[in-house]
C-alpha cells in the first residue's frame, strides 16, 4: 500500500509519509528514512532503506529505560518489585500490540506477509518507531514524546499498581526482604480428575494467614497470596 | 566497615565516601547520599539512605539502554540477533559480578550478612552505582561514564562477537530472516545410558550442510549449528 513512497526521494517536505505521520505522532518527522525503515518488515526483499528488526533491537531498550526511570520517580514509595511488575505490564507484548493499533502501524506496515499479518509485527513496528523518533528527534524529544503521548496518555498508575501481576511473586519478595519464613501448603484436593479443586493456605511463621480455593494448585497459591497482601498491606 | 561514615554528614567535601570513590570513578560525586544507597544492602535495618534496591532497578536498565545503543551504532552491519547475544553477555550476572570487583564494591557494600556474602551482591550494588551515578550527574555523564570507564574499558566487541552465545539461536535467526527451511536430524545415538554419543546433522534446504557428535542431542545441535554459521559466513 506504501509502496509508491518509496520511490519517491525522501526529504521532509516532499515524503509524504511525514505528512501523513504528521498528524498521528504530533510533530513532523526530519529525517524520514528512519520512519520507512521502522514500518519494514524483515519479509520485504532489498528494502531500500533496510528492515525494521535492528530498530525493534533499539527502540524496546528505549521504551524501557524511560519507563523505568518515570516510575523510579513517580512511584517514590513503591519498592523495586512493584515497579517491576508494573513496567512489565507496560511493555508486554499484549501492550505494544494495542499501542501500535493507537498509532495506526497497520496503515504504515510494509509486509510481504499476504493477507495474514500476525499482531505482533505491528507491536515491534511500534517498537522500531520509538528508535526512529530517537534517531531523527533526539533523546530528549524521543523521553518527552514517550512521557506525554504514550504514558499518561494511555496509563493509568494508579490501576496498573492495582494489577500486580503475581501476587505471589510480590509476596515471596516480601518476605525475602523482611526475611521471613513462609510456605504454601495443600489443605486438601478433591473431586474427579478433570474438575479438581485445590484448597492452599500460605503460612507466615508458623501461622496460617490465608487460604484460597481454586481449581488448580498454580491458581489457588495466586489467589491466597492475594488476601495476604491485602491483608498485609504489602 | 563503612558504617562510620554514614554517621557523618554527607556533604560532598567533607563526606570520605567522595573521596574514596573519586581515585575509583575518576571524578568527586556531588550528592553522595545516593552512593550511601547504593552500598546498602536491604539486610541492613533502617539504613539512613534507604537500601539499593530501588536504584539497582533503575541502574539495570540504564546499564542496558547504554550498552544497546553503543552497539546499535558500532555494530552497523550486525543484526539484532548477533546485538542480543553480544549485549546478554556485557549485562550477565557473572560480568556484573566481575565488574563490581574491578570497582571495588565489596570494600564499600554494607550488610547485614555476616561473612558469607553471595557474590550477586556485589553485582546488584554494581548496577545501584550506575544509578547514583545518574542521579548524582545525569544522564550525559553517566552515558559517557559507561561508555569510557565500562565498555571501552572491560570488554572487546570482536572478542564477544567471536563468543557468540548460542549458534543455534543465531542460525534459526537467520532462517527465519531469509525464510528458509531447515531441520535438526538424529542421526545416531550409541553407547551406555550413561556415555551416551548424539550424532546430529543440520539439514538445510534439504540438503545437510553439517553435522556434529557430542554428549547431549543439545551440546550436539549447538555443535553443528555452529559449523553451519562458520561455513555459511553468518
Redesign the interface.
Known amino acids: 500500500m506504501m509502496k509508491w513512497l518509496n520511490k519517491l526521494l525522501s526529504t521532509p517536505s516532499t515524503d509524504p509519509l511525514a505528512t501523513a505521520l504528521s498528524s498521528i505522532l504530533g510533530f513532523t518527522p526530519e529525517n524520514t528514512q528512519f520512519y520507512h525503515q521502522a514500518f519494514c518488515h524483515?519479509?520485504i526483499e532489498e528494502p531500500k532503506y533496510g528492515d525494521n528488526?535492528?530498530l525493534?533491537?533499539?527502540g524496546d531498550?528505549?521504551l524501557?529505560?524511560v519507563i523505568?526511570?518515570y516510575l523510579?520517580h513517580k512511584l517514590p514509595t513503591k519498592?523495586?518489585g512493584v515497579?517491576?511488575d508494573i513496567r512489565s505490564k507496560m511493555v508486554s507484548r499484549h501492550t505494544l500490540n494495542k499501542l501500535a493499533k493507537e498509532f495506526k502501524i497497520d496503515e504504515f506496515i510494509q509486509t510481504n506477509l499476504g493477507g495474514k499479518i500476525p499482531v505482533s509485527v505491528f507491536g515491534n513496528a511500534f517498537e522500531a518507531l520509538i528508535a526512529a523518533i530517537y534517531l531523527d528527534k533526539g533523546?530528549p524529544f524521543c523521553r518527552n514524546f514517550i512521557i506525554s503521548k504514550i504514558i499518561k496518555k494511555y496509563f493509568s498508575l494508579e490501576t496498573l499498581e492495582k494489577e500486580i501481576s503475581s501476587y505471589k511473586k510480590h509476596f515471596i519478595h516480601w518476605t525475602q526482604?523482611t526475611?521471613k519464613s513462609f510456605s504454601f501448603e495443600l489443605q486438601s484436593e478433591t473431586g474427579e480428575s478433570h474438575n479438581k479443586s485445590f484448597q492452599m493456605a500460605l503460612v507466615l511463621e508458623g501461622s496460617e494467614i490465608s487460604k484460597a480455593t481454586a481449581s488448580s494448585k498454580k491458581k489457588a497459591e495466586e489467589a491466597t497470596a492475594k488476601i495476604a497482601c491485602e491483608s498485609l498491606k504489602i
Chains 1, 2 share one sequence.
Open positions: 524483515s519479509s528488526e535492528r525493534e533491537f533499539l531498550s528505549i524501557d529505560s523505568t526511570e523510579y519498592d523495586e515497579l517491576t533523546e526482604k526475611n
